[in-house]
């Protein structure tokens, strides 16, 4: 397609469009994005790539914004073109980025694994928690965040285009979630699903919250009040969660007819407080943020020498900004010095990734110079109330040690890792897209969704591995859930707020593939739960891998227009 049989297209479309906006009910402007929305899918990057000579192709990336990741720090298409001379060279940035792509991958296990579960254990503890409730809401923020905010930004950006983008990377996101999410648990581990109803609870809601919003698309708007209801709806569920065990407990000392004892209180008093070890406070700091194990290093073999040297980036920078207490290790992972420093190396990473680190808030007052100077005066009261063995005593928080609000602190930090890593991953994937000119419905609902759902897969794999397959397969369910109901309910908020009425939804084969696909994951799921009494196997892994795997040659094939 040349440029001139393009804009020929384009003229055509808007002149039908504004035909229509004539004799229609609705809003001229309505139409007016449709038009830009049909505009973008017609002049993709890689279509303009297409009809353009190498040469000029750098310009083309530089000044189209179909061509530019906003959301990133590193615009992936500019990098790849503007120093590519040829298409062998392109061709060989294409196996870096392949290659950077993979160590994304790795670093973002590697941040869940050592930083982001051990202190969602100790929140879990310190709020009394147990496994399902903490599945359903702390463990699905920190995984369901990339969805919410990024389904907020394309409705925000892009209006009734922009929903509908949203609306396939929810569903994608929620079929990639119960199918190959869980089949991994299964094929990790097998166990059985003690809590037999809260299990039942969750799964009938998402099979609900799905069916009304599949209601809201097959209607083909959604109001403020019906976006308003997401909201809301899932509020009323996380109320439900956290007051059924308690509602439980109560049934059960009517029926024994006996008093029986709360849930014991033992967080973590036992913290050892006795001089375990002479080294002193440089000494320990330097040992901690060494990336590599220097005291085993010779012990270890070739091939964990190796991977330790390949996480020695990622890991250097995020000891230094995440703050992580583990019970499992020594004064549960204390350390005065690097402790005292988060306060300010956490803060400035904060600013860093909300990119108004270099922006003043008035008379040239910068604010990463008022964040070091906030955050030494927490450093320094960290480094005053504690000493080398002893974390401080902040018992007006929790009955604890006190250390406990550096969890908190270190879950908030690494949400943000976990979002930033997503978001390369995301724009790695959509670079990829554009050099190989896939159409925006396969980036935004296959790629696109497993991109956003990667740190869903690693972090309910680990913490099935540590025992906990139980808040995994809830944080499974209410991962999603959490994801369609807020991502949906917020973002379409927004939009009819902005545009003063009901937000008009699209329809089309992909989406009614997404529904489908998504009611026959959970419903089968329910089925053989119930069937097989709650027990999970690598055989019902494997099931639910070929559901995404018939799921995504079915994609492919209304995508090529064969079906």
Not at 206 to 214: K, L, Q, S, V
Not at 248 to 275: F, N, P, V, Y
Not at 392 to 412: H, L, R, S
Request: with cysteine; charged share 15%; glycine share 6%.
């Amino acid at each position: 397609m040349d440029t001139n049989e393009t804009s020929t297209k384009l003229q055509y479309l808007t002149s039908v469009f504004s035909q229509i906006s004539l004799m229609s009910p609705y809003p001229e402007n309505e139409y007016i994005e449709d038009i830009q929305f049909i505009s973008v899918f017609i002049l993709q990057c890689s279509d303009l790539i297409k009809q353009s000579i190498y040469s000029d192709i750098c310009h083309i990336i530089e000044e189209r914004s179909e061509c530019k990741n906003e959301d990133g720090f590193i615009n992936y298409p500019q990098l790849l073109y503007c120093t590519s001379q040829s298409q062998t060279t392109l061709y060989a940035g294409l196996i870096v980025l392949v290659i950077w792509l993979v160590y994304m991958f790795l670093s973002l296990a590697f941040v869940v694994d050592n930083f982001f579960c051990p202190s969602l254990e100790v929140i879990a503890k310190t709020l009394r928690m147990n496994d399902n409730v903490a599945g359903v809401t702390l463990l699905a923020l920190g995984n369901g965040a990339p969805d919410v905010f990024c389904a907020i930004v394309a409705v925000k950006s892009n209006g009734t285009s922009g929903i509908r983008l949203a609306v396939g990377g929810l569903l994608g996101s929620g079929i990639f979630i119960t199918t190959v999410v869980v089949g991994s648990i299964a094929m990790v581990t097998n166990f059985r699903i003690k809590t037999e109803i809260a299990y039942l609870r969750d799964i009938i809601v998402y099979m609900g919250a799905c069916f009304w919003m599949y209601y809201v698309v097959w209607d083909g708007g959604i109001s403020l009040q019906e976006a308003i209801g997401f909201i809301c709806l899932y509020a009323v569920y996380v109320i439900i969660v956290v007051m059924t065990p308690r509602l439980m407990e109560w049934i059960e000392r009517l029926r024994d007819s006996q008093q029986r004892g709360h849930i014991a209180k033992s967080i973590a008093g036992d913290l050892h407080r006795e001089t375990t070890s002479q080294t002193g406070l440089i000494k320990s700091f330097l040992l901690t943020i060494c990336p590599v194990d220097i005291i085993h290093w010779k012990q270890t073999s070739l091939l964990s020498k190796l991977c330790a040297i390949m996480k020695v980036p990622i890991n250097f920078v995020v000891t230094l900004t995440t703050p992580v207490v583990d019970y499992s290790k020594e004064k549960h992972n204390w350390n005065r010095l690097l402790n005292s420093l988060h306060c300010i190396t956490g803060s400035l990473f904060f600013v860093f990734v909300v990119k108004v680190v270099l922006s003043s808030v008035s008379d040239n007052v910068l604010v990463w110079l008022i964040t070091i100077c906030v955050g030494t005066l927490l450093a320094l009261i960290v480094f005053v109330t504690s000493t080398n063995h002893v974390p401080p005593c902040y018992q007006w928080f929790f009955q604890g040690t006190g250390q406990e609000v550096f969890a908190y602190i270190g879950f908030f930090v690494g949400v943000i890792w976990i979002y930033v890593i997503a978001n390369e991953l995301i724009n790695i994937l959509m670079t990829i897209g554009i050099i190989f000119s896939l159409s925006d419905d396969v980036i935004g609902i296959l790629l696109l969704t497993v991109g956003n759902s990667i740190a869903d897969l690693f972090t309910n794999i680990a913490n099935a591995k540590t025992g906990r397959p139980v808040m995994s397969i809830s944080a499974c369910v209410g991962g999603p859930l959490l994801n369609l109901m807020l991502g949906f309910g917020i973002s379409c908020t927004i939009g009819t707020l902005r545009k003063g009425d009901k937000l008009l939804l699209g329809s089309g084969p992909m989406q009614y593939l997404l529904f489908v696909t998504l009611g026959v994951s959970l419903a089968s799921s329910l089925l053989i739960m119930v069937l097989s009494r709650f027990r999970v196997t690598k055989w019902y892994g494997i099931y639910l891998w070929c559901i995404y795997l018939v799921f995504l040659v079915m994609a492919l094939l209304i995508e090529t227009d064969v079906i």
